[in-house]
């Protein structure tokens, strides 16, 4: 959060601060003893010494030479042992104690890893995956001019679900984008679509800016809404996970 790196062990919650307190805008968790973070100019990682306490390891002495004035990293993935920091200008590959930004033809609206590649939505372009140390692409299509894509996700199987913040959902079957529940566009467009994984259940969970959360089954059938009116402090959805349990946790623009 805008205050560091918030853990929850079950019973209590801990808020570790960063050397400046520096804002936190993504977080991915390798293990209980390494955890991967990023947000406002800044890169790194937290691991646990022998006590479990949580230690920060900033990767800026490494990073910061690539940064942009307002430099933000909002999307983290992991793949094999190298490490992808999405900002809206690059991609910022870690391994072996090197950082390697790999520049992209426009602005980055997000990252996703799918199976075993890393896909990589470009605005007004399309989409590209990440080979060795650049971006290669893998759908380029005029269907992409003036949307921006918020999601993308496996989808039954080898296609693709693309979420956009204001022109609905598609699926990509390999050859063309078809609309994903078009009784539900108008919804997703008046809401502005903006977070989506598919849970341990095979559900769309759907998170929006405006009206909290609604769930799918994977045809598009509708489950279930939650927002303010039923129990969400917040309507803005700014990320979506799961547990073992199959609870589903949504993080807010204001609360969890």
């Known amino acids: 959060n805008h205050w560091g790196l918030l853990v929850f062990d079950g019973v209590r919650w801990e808020l570790h601060k960063l050397p400046d307190e520096t804002i936190l805008r993504s977080v991915l968790v390798v293990s209980d003893s390494l955890i991967y973070t990023s947000g406002y100019r800044e890169l790194g990682y937290w691991q646990a010494d022998q006590f479990g306490r949580l230690n920060y390891h900033s990767l800026n002495s490494l990073a910061a030479k690539y940064f942009s004035n307002n430099e933000e990293s909002w999307h983290i993935s992991m793949l094999d042992d190298q490490v992808y920091f999405h900002t809206y200008t690059k991609i910022y590959r870690y391994h072996n104690n090197t950082i390697i930004p790999l520049e992209a033809p426009a602005s980055i609206n997000t990252q996703h890893r799918i199976g075993n590649k890393i896909l990589v939505a470009v605005r007004d372009t399309g989409i590209y995956s990440i080979e060795k140390d650049q971006l290669e692409p893998y759908i380029l299509s005029d269907f992409f001019q003036n949307k921006i894509v918020r999601f993308i996700l496996p989808y039954k199987g080898d296609q693709l679900m693309i979420g956009t913040n204001l022109d609905g959902i598609f699926i990509w079957d390999g050859k063309q984008f078809l609309q994903w529940n078009p009784e539900w566009t108008d919804y997703f467009k008046t809401n502005e679509v903006n977070r989506a994984?598919?849970?341990?259940?095979?559900?769309?969970?759907?998170?929006?800016?405006?009206?909290?959360?609604?769930?799918?089954?994977?045809d598009g059938h509708f489950l279930a809404n939650y927002n303010t009116s039923n129990g969400l402090q917040n309507n803005t959805v700014l990320g979506i996970a799961t547990d073992k349990f199959n609870n589903i946790w949504l993080s807010l623009d204001n609360g969890i």
């Open 197 to 218: 994984i598919i849970d341990n259940f095979g559900q769309v969970v759907i998170g929006t800016i405006i009206d909290g959360v609604s769930i799918f089954d994977q």
